[in-house]
Each structure stands twice: as C-alpha cells, then as structure tokens.
C-alpha cells in the first residue's frame, strides 16, 4: 500500500507564493523521481516540475524562473515552491511519484489527491 498526500495549495494574490508539498508512505522500496502535473477548467492535464532521485530538475517553460522544485530523499517528500504567481497558474496541482513497492522489481507512477491553486485578486 502506497500513498502520497499533497498539501499546499490555497488562494493567493496575483505576485504571490505559495509552497507544495507530497509525501510518500507505505511499503515504499524507492522512488526515482517525483512532480508535479497541473489542470486548469477546459485543459489538458500538463506537465509542471519534476525532480529525479539525482537531484536533476525538469521545468515546463511557463514556470522557468518563477518555480523550484526541491525534495527530501529521507522523507520521500517534494516541494514546489512558487513564486510570482499569475492567474493563469490557477488549476489542480496533482503531484506524482514514480515507486517501487518492496518485493517488487519495477517503477508505478503514483498520483497524489490533487489541490487547488488559486491566483486572484
């Protein structure tokens, strides 16, 4: 059994910051890397951030400059820190883990439970 539970999101004024985070638990072996999707009303969901068990980072290039993506390997957490916040970064942020479950030789892709970002005045 494996979980990740996400928290964070809120609403915040246009400029603002906010910080996600998504924590792994259960029968956890490893995880080679974590991030985070979004999905605005109407779109398609989209690949925000993701982070690899090396520390190498991937951005979509809407976010360049504005968000980080960090993680605790010991805690089996990521962070997303974001900053300058535009209305349009308003959606679910779904955060998600590739693990391998113990007693298992491959990698499933794990979905948190979504939370809602958003950015108004």
């Known amino acids: 059994q494996v979980q990740l539970v996400e928290s964070g999101g809120g609403l915040v004024q246009p400029g603002g910051s906010l910080r996600l985070s998504c924590s792994g638990s259960g029968n956890i072996f490893s995880i080679n890397s974590m991030g985070w999707y979004r999905q605005a009303p109407g779109k398609e969901r989209e690949l925000v951030a993701s982070?690899?068990?090396?520390?190498?980072?991937n951005y979509a290039e809407y976010v360049k400059g504005r968000f980080t993506i960090s993680k605790d390997n010991a805690k089996n957490t990521a962070y997303l820190q974001m900053n300058s916040l535009k209305p349009e970064d308003t959606a679910v942020y779904y955060c998600?883990?590739?693990?391998?479950?113990?007693?298992?030789?491959?990698?499933?892709?794990?979905w948190g439970q979504g939370t809602q970002v958003t950015v108004s005045s």
């Open positions: 982070i690899t068990v090396d520390g190498d980072t």
């Open positions: 998600y883990a590739n693990i391998r479950v113990r007693g298992y030789f491959y990698y499933d892709k794990y």
